[in-house]
């Protein structure tokens, strides 16, 4: 003789789907030297109903171009990976994972040079020719994986020390 009336409000359902990928991949400069690369991120704006669980990282080097599993399981939004080659640059993403599966797309990418300070070169010498004064030193015997594109003369007089960056040059 017709309908009755509704139940009672149920308790509800979650419907799971894709987290979003991290966002705001960067260098993390506190970690990365060398060869350690630090890297940190933020969650994804939404997690698909299921908190995010962990992580994956991938990265691709400048001599091979092929992507690769380079940790996963990464608990967190910050991760530290060693034994890079120096003078080699990597390129890193990420991607989330909850309950449901692995976020869609990846972070962005960003790339990082595997290198630290150059060695430091041998002590100059000088020579005076007239008002000049000629510097003269044997380049650093290392660049730690990055070229050596300037380097800086201090020079004191008097107890006062000057500077000059002197680009493009090769020990003189």
């Not at 034994?83 to 990846?106: E, H, L």
């Not at 660049?143 to 003369?153: A, C, H, R, W």
Request: aromatic share 10%; with cysteine; hydrophobic share 35%.
């Amino acid at each position: 003789m017709g309908s009755s009336q509704a139940s009672l409000e149920g308790n509800g359902a979650i419907i799971l789907t894709y987290p979003d990928e991290p966002i705001n991949l960067e260098n993390n400069l506190d970690v990365t030297w060398g060869t350690t690369i630090g890297l940190k991120w933020a969650e994804g704006l939404h997690n698909g109903g299921t908190p995010v669980i962990d992580y994956t990282v991938f990265s691709k080097d400048s001599v091979v171009l092929e992507w690769i599993e380079r940790q996963i399981g990464v608990v967190g939004t910050a991760v530290t990976l060693s034994s890079f080659n120096p003078g080699v640059t990597y390129t890193f993403r990420v991607k989330s994972r909850s309950a449901f599966d692995f976020s869609v797309t990846y972070s962005n990418e960003v790339s990082i040079l595997a290198a630290s300070n150059p060695a430091q070169p041998a002590a100059p010498t000088t020579q005076v020719s007239g008002l000049n004064v000629i510097i003269d030193w044997t380049p650093a015997p290392n660049d730690n994986g990055s070229p050596i594109t300037s380097y800086k003369v201090f020079i004191r007089q008097n107890n006062l020390i000057y500077s000059e960056e002197l680009v493009n040059c090769n020990g003189s």
